[in-house]
């Protein structure tokens, strides 16, 4: 079984920064596809980044290309999320999530195990 815990989360103004991390633990074959969705109220949730963990591919959602870099540091078993030049359209729940097969990536219900979320709130 994995279990995944998020941290990093905040209140942030229009502009700023925040480094997500997501901490992983479990089977590494359970998870060699991670990724970060979010969730706004009233809104669908929506992947954000992905990231192969045999090998490094990331792929990202078109509106956070460019501002946000997911990342892993393999031998602490964690996936970061740095998000660089914040909107108030960013503000949402930020989950982690581990999934296996990265051709499915963009369909939350690939991923198998999820964490518990922490909040952005970006404001103007």
């Known amino acids: 079984r994995v279990q995944l815990m998020e941290s990093g989360g905040g209140s942030v103004q229009a502009g700023g920064s925040l480094r997500l991390s997501c901490a992983a633990s479990?089977?590494?074959?359970?998870?060699?596809?991670m990724g970060w969705f979010r969730q706004a109220p009233g809104k669908e949730r929506e992947g954000v980044a992905y990231?192969?963990?045999?090998?490094?591919?990331?792929d990202y959602a078109d509106s956070v290309k460019g501002r946000f870099t997911i990342s892993q540091d393999s031998a602490k078993y964690l996936v970061h999320l740095q998000m660089n030049s914040l909107k108030p359209e960013d503000t949402a729940m930020y989950y982690c999530?581990?999934?296996?097969?990265?051709?499915?990536?963009?369909?939350?219900?690939?991923?198998?195990?999820w964490g518990q979320g922490t909040q952005v709130t970006v404001s103007s």
């Open positions: 999530a581990a999934g296996n097969n990265w051709f499915l990536r963009l369909k939350p219900s690939e991923y198998k195990y």
């Open positions: 990231i192969y963990t045999d090998g490094g591919v990331t």
């Open positions: 479990g089977s590494a074959d359970d998870r060699k596809l």
